[in-house]
């Protein structure tokens, strides 16, 4: 007898002693790890469900009524899907949607930005530090449809009389103890017990179903919340202040988890596991507390799911700033112009960078593929990035609070059986009216192509002609180099041009002063193997074109 139980104990300290070796082996992994994927650009975007990342931010501009957001059309324009992808790594859910919903939501002035870059200049100078943080954030994970935002924003009503789950959860215990002073009486009411719960609890398992992940992920949020507060150096900074408060009106829910059996290992554990909430309720008392508790702390529930984001979005932007060749903190003013040194697009692996000054509203000319339309995306990027994460893709940047709106990939609605004028045209009106509540700085790709010549040109000129009285910094990129003559003195011109040679066409993609003045299409249908019939009748045509124009100039 004794050698077993000296076995036994001794099985029982190696077990013990494999945890602990495997939790820190583990431990040692994910800090190795977070230290070398730090200042990397993300791996992959397969695992980004963007249709859940994006409830935040939908509940968000349904209910803030905020007039300073990024619109959908700016957003798909700009691809800022895609940008996201590019500097999301979030370490939980609730980072990811508050990043997304940042990118959206432009703050009315620089002190939210100053803020955190205070925090960021701390994370930079303390890695141990910043390492802890991460740490505590990976282990609350990600949960996609979470449902946290919905809890945000809607009343979910705790399940009817809790007091009923609590007598009946003291049933089986009774009927245990009768058990011992009458076994036909405690057998029946064990019996009895295990029917009534069973039936009660799968019977309301139903209508706690939609939000019971909610809670698992909230509940593992403040474990990682208590972590979080408790580094000391961090204990004094403004984004844990306001952890720190919002976490107090939720930490005795700490202990009150609701359990899922799916997540134990072993077929025994899961029936262990459900049996236990089975016969005494405790998902179902734990879930009652914590929606009350949600529901009369609305504010502080919102406040703390903001700091958490607030705190993920910190680590990400600094990571994000250290994968890039070159960033700045951008420069604000009150001025109606735009100031970048080697500016790129974030999403281009090997971009050629501009510098310039845009004192004015401006038209950029150019050919097809020369660089014009990645150049104003470039801009209008990093007017987004400026003012939502302070960080930018150039050496400088300097520009105004504004709102940014775009009129770029302009496609019919075949559903709404809207031409493809008619959509370009409610997206230019869309930009006219937002200037006559916000300063703006617009973007408009080849504007009113979806009409003919003439037609287009003399309602280009008149749209442009009176967005250059408004509030607004108006870039526009297009062919037609007649807006150009036309509107010369309102509107600046720059281009973009290449070099065709026997060997090919070749283009060096930086901005230069002036208007475009010559075209390449006609060369490049003979370049590119055309019949030289064909190129000789288009050359004929273009020069008819050159020279009647002439009169169309007239006409303005």
């Known amino acids: 007898m004794g050698y077993a139980i000296v076995i036994i104990a001794a099985v029982i300290i190696a077990a013990t002693v494999s945890v602990i ?12 790890w977070l230290k070398s994927s730090f200042g990397k650009s993300p791996m992959s975007a397969d695992d980004s469900d963007l249709e859940s990342i994006s409830k935040y931010s939908l509940y ?45 939501d432009l703050p009315p002035d620089p002190s939210t930005l100053t803020a955190r870059e205070n925090f960021l200049e701390f994370l930079d100078r303390h890695p141990e530090e910043r390492l802890s943080i991460q740490t505590f954030l990976y282990k609350a994970g990600r949960e996609n449809y979470n449902g946290l935002s919905r809890l945000i924003f ?26 011992f002073l009458n076994i036909p009486v405690g057998s029946i009411c064990l019996i009895a017990s295990f029917v009534i719960n069973s039936v009660v609890y799968y019977g309301t398992q139903m209508k706690m179903h939609v939000d019971l992940p909610a809670i698992k992920y909230f509940a593992s949020l403040l474990h990682c919340c208590e972590k979080l507060c408790k580094i000391e150096r961090l204990k004094p900074l403004p984004p844990l202040v306001h952890l720190r408060e919002n976490y107090n009106v939720f930490k005795a829910l700490k202990s009150k988890t609701p359990m899922n059996s799916a997540e134990y290992g072993s077929d025994f554990t899961r029936f262990a596991a459900e049996l236990s909430n089975m016969l005494f309720f405790q998902n179902i008392r734990h879930y009652n507390k914590y929606i009350d508790r949600i529901n009369t702390h609305k504010q502080e529930f919102h406040a703390l799911y903001k700091s958490v984001g607030e705190i993920d979005l910190s680590v990400c932007v600094l990571s994000f700033r250290k994968s890039l060749p070159v960033f700045s903190i951008p420069d604000f003013h009150e001025h109606n112009k735009l100031a970048f040194e080697d500016i790129s697009h974030v999403l281009l692996s090997s971009p050629v960078p501009n510098t310039g000054t845009l004192k004015n509203d401006s038209i950029i000319t150019g050919s097809n593929a020369s660089g014009k339309s990645t150049f104003i995306k470039a801009l209008a990027v990093n007017g987004i990035l400026a003012q939502t994460l302070y960080t930018c893709t150039a050496k400088r940047f300097a520009t105004r609070f504004s709102l940014i709106m775009t009129s770029m990939a302009v496609r019919d609605n075949v559903f709404d059986g809207n031409s493809y004028f008619i959509v370009e045209i409610n997206s230019l009106k869309r930009i006219l009216d937002a200037m006559q509540h916000s300063a703006c700085t617009c973007y408009i790709d080849e504007i009113l192509r979806g009409t003919n010549t003439i037609e287009r040109i003399a309602a280009s000129a008149s749209v442009l002609e009176y967005i250059h009285k408004q509030d607004c910094l108006c870039l526009v990129a297009s062919h037609d180099i007649e807006l150009t003559r036309i509107l010369a003195k309102d509107y600046d011109n720059y281009h973009f041009s290449e070099h065709i040679t026997d060997n090919g066409i070749l283009f060096d993609y930086k901005l230069k002063e002036g208007a475009a003045t010559t075209r390449n299409a006609v060369k490049l249908l003979g370049h590119m193997g055309f019949d030289p019939e064909i190129v000789k009748k288009a050359e004929a045509l273009t020069a008819r074109y050159e020279e009647s124009k002439t009169w169309v100039l007239s006409l303005f």
């Open 21 to 32: 070796i495997f939790r820190i082996t583990a431990h040692k992994k994910l800090k190795t």
């Open 60 to 104: 968000m501009n349904k209910h803030s009524g905020s007039k300073l957001r990024i619109d959908d059309i700016t957003w798909n324009d700009l691809d800022m899907d895609k940008v996201f992808e590019r500097i999301n790594t979030c370490l939980t859910s609730v980072g990811e949607e508050y990043l997304y919903n940042c990118l959206h």
């Open 154 to 179: 809607h009343n979910e009503k705790s399940l009817p009389n809790s007091r009923v789950y609590n007598v009946l959860a003291a049933f089986p215990l009774l009927s245990a103890l009768i058990l």
